[in-house]
């Protein structure tokens, strides 16, 4: 199984429409703004070394830039799942952060953009490298994503086999994640989140811009996602967010290449990556089809002959009357009533 080293890396993080520093703009608790503090200067970026060629995936589409900046000259545009062959790293445009003046924090990759052999570049927001642990192709098993609270810890599922495990910040003690299965509702590779699109009062302002690889999976806007502003620190052990499923940088990626529509989120209190089989579904019995009546058929009326009277004969002495003829019986008309 592969397993991020997030606590000790320089990764990144997520974010949702619910979720924002909470000590930005002096809203927060003191514990916060002491973690934010004490990562003010052991986050800063340092000058990324020149790389070895190496591989990377494109996660969303975009396109490559003349010079290390967004608004440098576009020189083609690569579709999300691409492979490209990086020559070497350099500082360059912090566009995820730009000019948002309110985040404590900031990652070495914010400023790293990747030289292609043409010499055109890359920011590293938008591609995951080899290194990084690209999903596997998909495979038969089905895909979804387990998270443990307790252990503020997630894993990718394929069945019944954890084949990746990421630390994650979840929601704090007044805006707690939800529990259950749910499924990913939702997809948006980049949003803006506010706190009151999502709802909350000036006490919990935030506004947060660029906010990738977001994954809904419950109404009131609980995702997983790329999570930047909070400390590499609290992932893995402390609650930090507004109900959200915070992340690292290459567990964001991973997931939105893992991930799908409709993929299972399987969220508990406790019990690690114990697998979570799908619902078997019940089948429902196809109804009898109802018997055909046969009707009986009618009875055929039996004509009843005519009686044709004896004659009685004629006495040579003493002449007596003829009696008068028996009439002809009449068939039944109506046959007998039976029911089919």
Sequence with gaps: MWRHQGRSGGAGQHVDDRIGYRSARGHGDDHGDAIAQSHRDSDRPSDPAAVPPTSATLVLPTATRSAPSMSARAVRQLPAGATVDLVAAERGDNWIIGEQDWVPVSHEWERVWYRLSDGSYLYRLFVMLAGDGIPAARASAERYVIVDLGAQTAWAMEGDRAVREMHVTTGSADFETPTGAFAVQARVPNERMTSSSAGFDESEFYDVQNVLFTQYFAAGGFAM??????PVGVFGLTPTSHGCIGLQLPDAQFLWLFGSSNMRVIIRESGGPTPA????????PAPSPSPT???SPSPTA???PSVTPTPTPVATTSPIPLPSASPSATPSATPASITP
Excluded: D, E, G, K
């Excluded at 996602?225 to 909070?230: A, F, G, R, S």
């Excluded at 089989?277 to 429902?284: D, E, L, N, S």
């Design 302 to 304: 039996t004509r009843i």
């Design 225 to 230: 996602h790329l999570n930047y502003w909070q």
């Design 277 to 284: 089989p799908a619902p078997t579904p019940v089948a429902t």
């Design 293 to 295: 009546a046969t009707p």
